[in-house]
């Protein structure tokens, strides 16, 4: 099992930034891939941001060149820099990790328990 402990949400005005953390811990080299998934009220959940252990990144293309993942190794947490939100970006984040071997177009194997962020206006 892996555990993953999101931090870093909370409110924040339109324009401003945010950064979340996904720490993991627990039998993680099972786990290759990790990112972030949002769902808003009443919307599907899907995919923000992932990164392989390698360095590999994909962004969905509501944030492409506004947020940026990266992770440590070392420490096994991946974060998500969150530059000029919108209220649109409000939504649950969840941190999410894939098992080795599996595309980040699969369903993740682990989830966070999520993290709020609100932009307002």
């Known amino acids: 099992q892996v555990r993953l402990v999101e931090s870093g949400g909370g409110l924040v005005q339109a324009g401003e930034s945010l950064r979340l953390s996904c720490a993991a811990s627990?039998?993680?080299?099972?786990?290759?891939?990790m990112g972030w998934h949002r769902q808003a009220p009443g919307q599907q959940r899907v995919s923000v941001a992932v990164i392989t252990s390698g360095g590999t990144i994909n962004y969905g293309d509501s944030v492409k060149g506004r947020f940026t993942i990266s992770r440590d190794n070392a420490k096994n947490t991946v974060y998500m820099i969150m530059n000029s939100l919108t209220p649109e970006d409000t939504a649950v984040y969840y941190c999410a990790a894939y098992l080795r071997g599996r595309s980040w177009f699969a369903k993740p194997e682990y989830w966070g328990r999520g993290i709020q962020v609100t932009v307002s206006s």
């Open positions: 627990g039998n993680i080299f099972s786990i290759d891939t």
